[in-house]
Structure formats: structure tokens, C-alpha cells
């Protein structure tokens, strides 16, 4: 059963769904446009409009908006090469920063304008509104966000793998480089809601499959100051730590961590980092001995794909630095202006239409690590995870220790 989402949440929903307008309740049984081609919503004669539901103010401030500026270089990129379908293609934007009123109040806007969403920050947030993409608007949905209870929609679809089975695929590494035994105690600090509590339980099944006994400690995304999570876990004898939370809350964990003497291995989940960290009292701790999980080879990684992207995207925004954020945005564009020159070329731009052409979808994204297959709406596009650590002297301050792998106890691993 789907975890619950916040009563905020909740709330929101409640009170935007009162404000939904007529428009918002119409069809999109598609009309035949320019070239012969049925469009609906969000696309006309000349343009496809794609929205994105972002965090720039928020918890992932950092991380919204590398993953939107990467997704407008996507919009201008494109466009400069001709367009999709003899159309330009347009991005509208809205900040909720991290807020659930904001986030459900800026897809009650939206969605009537625009054919999907190439973003939407907030695994709890996208579950909010997930009843109404299945059941009325059924334009596609692309969300940064990675939770096993976004798994079975047809229109929300996850790229990569999911909390839980990045997390197998941590702990594993952990297992396999010795840091960790059977018979060991490890941590695992994680937000409440969906993220947090899909990635424990990951972390449960490997414990289970490792003969490894999980200690917990919940935290909520306005906690930022680790102290007190750390003085448990040091208390409890843990032998590493697994950290399922936002940039700023791993940082204060490993911080305090080695301000303290509690020397443990902390690896995260793909959210659970921001180069920016490496400037912070932090940095050194973090270099030592943090590790993250992830679906994506790291910006600044050697190969073809980062190394074009991450040259690219500088030019662009010569002052912003480089993170994972650039990588996952610019993918999940990637992907979408993939679904539509398929819906395109099958002469079918209308949400429907779109949705059907992911399906065939089945190898992409190698170029940034690892290939993803998109036919199967219960699955992840992918089990595998690249494990990497912290480096300032790399671009992007991350460096890969792990290629692209799918842990034993992951793919024996049943999605909840």
C-alpha cells in the first residue's frame, strides 16, 4: 500500500482541487494540426509547451536550479536545431520551493497550459496530485524524484533507480569494499515521507540480506542540525551510516560526525549531496570518507557525455558551478524531446500519444553511465548505481569509486 503523503499535503490538494477550472476539466481527444499531426493541450501549430515544477528556494534550492537551467539549455539547444515536429518548444517554470501548497497550487495552474512536465521536484508532492494525472489530465510527468510509490502510473515515470533499491546498491558497496560485516549495527538517517521511508526500506532488505541490523533515526526536511542523531548513533555502536535526507543535513551529519570522533563510513542517496558543501567546515570530512549513490555518471566525469554536457552548460552559465543536478535535468529533456519525436513521428502529439512513444523507449541515456528502458511503468528504468565520493578538484565535486552495478540483493529485490 502507498505510503501516506503529509496532511499538509493533503490539505493542499483538498483546496486546490476546489479551484480547478473548467478548463482543467476538459479533454484531450486531439485535433489534427499542422503536417497532419492530432495535438492537444499545451501544443499548437507552432509550439509545445512543457512545464516544470521546481525547487529554488527551498531544501533543493541548489539542485533546482542547476536541474532548470540545465533543462532551458535543453529548450535553446533544441530549438536552435529546428525545434521538435516543426515546432519550438517552450519551458514555463514555477519555484514552489518546496512548499506543498505551492507545489500543488503551481500543477493546478499549469497543467491545463502545458502537454506535461519535464520536472517536479518532491516525491511527496507528485503523489499529491498523482490520482489526477492517472485519472483525468494523463500528460506525462518526469519527476527528480525517486520513490518505489511513484512506480505503476503510466504518466509519472521514474528515471533510474528507485530509493530503495539505490540504497541496496549503497550498502552493498559498503559490503563489498569491507567496511561493514555481518553481525554489524549501521544508521540510517532519513526524512519522513516518501523518499526517507522508501530508502529504509531498502536499507531493511539488505540488512536482512547481509545479516546487518538497521538503527533509525527519522528526521524532518526543517532539520538541519545533526547533533542529536549522530550522539544516538555513536551511542547505538553503528559501524556505518546511510543518509536519506538533503545536502544541507548531510553535511551537518558528517560535520558533526568527525567534529566528534565518530569515524563511520556515510554514504547518501543521490539527493543527499551539493558540491557546494566542499566549501562549508564540512568539506574535508566529506572528502574523506562520504560516498554517493546515484543513476548518472557524475558532471564531471571523463566520459563523452558529461564532459560535452559540462562545457556546454558552462558556457552557458559561465557563474554557476556544475553539480549532478545539470546531468538529471538535461536527461529528463532529453528524454521527453525523445518521446516526442516518436509521438511525432507516429503523428501523434496529443498526451496520449506521448505517453504511448516512452513505451518504446527501451536504451537510453548510456552516454551518462548506464542504459534506461522505459517500457515497463511498475519497473525503474534501471537497478544499477554508480557509487562515488566527494572531490574539489574535480568539476563537480564527485569522481566515481564504482561503476554502473545492480547488487545481488537488489535484483532479487520486490518493489513494494
Known amino acids: 500500500m502507498k505510503l501516506r503523503v503529509l496532511g499538509a499535503v493533503c490539505a493542499a490538494l483538498a483546496l486546490t482541487l476546489v479551484g480547478c477550472s473548467e478548463k482543467a476539466k476538459s479533454s484531450d ?59 519550438k518548444v517552450e519551458l514555463t517554470v514555477r519555484d ?20 506535461g512536465f519535464v520536472q517536479f521536484i518532491g516525491s511527496p508532492f507528485v503523489a499529491a496530485v498523482e490520482q489526477r494525472i492517472d485519472g483525468k489530465d494523463k500528460g506525462l510527468v518526469l519527476p527528480q524524484a525517486w520513490s518505489a510509490n511513484l512506480l505503476g502510473s503510466p504518466y509519472v515515470r521514474v528515471i533510474g533507480a528507485t530509493y530503495d533499491v539505490e540504497t541496496i546498491n549503497a550498502i552493498d558497496y559498503l ?19 516518501d523518499y526517507g521511508e522508501n530508502a529504509l526500506a531498502g536499507s531493511k532488505y539488505a540488512a536482512q540480506q ?28 553503528v559501524k556505518a551510516v546511510v543518509v536519506s535526507a538533503g545536502p544541507r543535513q548531510a553535511a551537518s551529519l558528517v560535520g558533526v560526525a568527525a567534529a566528534t570522533g565518530f569515524k563511520v563510513p556515510v554514504i547518501g542517496n543521490n539527493s543527499a549531496y551539493a558540491p557546494q558543501l566542499l566549501k562549508t567546515q564540512a568539506g574535508p570530512a566529506l572528502m574523506k570518507d562520504y560516498y554517493v549513490a546515484a543513476s548518472t555518471l557524475p558532471i564531471g566525469d571523463p566520459g563523452a557525455g558529461p564532459a560535452k554536457l559540462a562545457k556546454e552548460y558552462a558556457a552557458a552559465y559561465p557563474e554557476d558551478g556544475l553539480d549532478n543536478g545539470v546531468i538529471a535535468g538535461y536527461t529528463a529533456a532529453d528524454l521527453y524531446g525523445e518521446a516526442l519525436k516518436k509521438a511525432c513521428a507516429a503523428k501523434d502529439l496529443t498526451r496520449e500519444g506521448v505517453d504511448k512513444a516512452l513505451l518504446t523507449i527501451t536504451d537510453f541515456g548510456s552516454d551518462f553511465g548506464m542504459s ?45
Open 372 to 416: 534506461h528502458d522505459f517500457s515497463d511503468p511498475a519497473a525503474p528504468s534501471t537497478r544499477q548505481s554508480v557509487i562515488m565520493k566527494p572531490d574539489d578538484k574535480v568539476p563537480g565535486g564527485l569522481k566515481v569509486v564504482r561503476p554502473a552495478e545492480v547488487a545481488s540483493a537488489a535484483k532479487s529485490y520486490t518493489l513494494k
Open 210 to 237: 547481509g545479516g546487518l541490523t538497521v538503527v533509525e533515526q527519522k528526521i524532518k526536511p526543517t532539520d538541519n542540525d545533526m547533533t542529536a542523531q549522530v550522539a544516538a548513533l555513536k551511542q547505538a555502536g
Open 96 to 115: 514552489h520551493g518546496y512548499d506543498p501548497q505551492k507545489a500543488v497550487a503551481g500543477y493546478t495552474e499549469l497543467e491545463p497550459k502545458v502537454l
Open 175 to 193: 559490503l563489498a569494499e569491507k567496511r561493514i560485516a555481518k553481525g554489524d549495527r549501521i544508521g540510517h538517517v532519513y526524512f519522513e515521507g
Open 29 to 87: 481527444a486531439g485535433d489534427e494540426g499542422k503536417g497532419g499531426v492530432k495535438t492537444g493541450r499545451g501544443v499548437t501549430d507552432t509550439v509545445i509547451t512543457l512545464g516544470a515544477l521546481t525547487d529554488m528556494t527551498g531544501v533543493y534550492a541548489s539542485l533546482g536550479k542547476s536541474v532548470t537551467q540545465a533543462q532551458q539549455l535543453w529548450v535553446k539547444q533544441t530549438n536552435a536545431a529546428g525545434g521538435i515536429c516543426d515546432r
